[in-house]
């Protein structure tokens, strides 16, 4: 069974920095897009950022040049680098994981941790 985990969320001010893992588990040969989106509280959910098994990414516009996805393919393991956070990047951040490339929808979701920026 497939499992995706989330860990490294947290409280920090505004303008500092947080860094996300996400464990993938359950299967021996990784996913070919990993990705991650947000969802914070009376707004719908969005994509924040995804990566191809070969290091190709794409960023929504809101993150862009303050975040930054990667991941270590050997170890089914994914990350996100976030900087000069804000409040408005205040949401739980989930990881997602797919097959495909770049997918409309996503397969495979984790639960989510909360990051919250104080201003």
């Known amino acids: 069974q497939v499992q995706l985990v989330e860990s490294g969320g947290g409280l920090v001010q505004a303008g500092g920095s947080l860094s996300l893992s996400c464990a993938a588990s359950?299967?021996?040969?990784?996913?070919?897009?990993m990705g991650w989106f947000r969802q914070a509280p009376g707004k719908e959910r969005e994509f924040v950022a995804a990566?191809?098994?070969?290091?190709?990414?794409r960023y929504a516009d809101a993150v862009k040049g303050r975040f930054t996805i990667s991941r270590d393919n050997a170890k089914n393991m994914m990350y996100l680098g976030m900087n000069s956070l804000k409040p408005e990047d205040t949401a739980v951040y989930s990881c997602?994981?797919?097959?495909?490339?770049?997918?409309?929808?996503?397969?495979?979701w984790g639960q989510g941790t909360q990051v919250t920026v104080s201003s």
């Open positions: 990566i191809l098994r070969g290091g190709s990414a």
């Open positions: 359950g299967r021996t040969f990784g996913f070919y897009t």
């Open positions: 997602v994981a797919d097959d495909r490339i770049y997918p409309s929808a996503y397969t495979y």
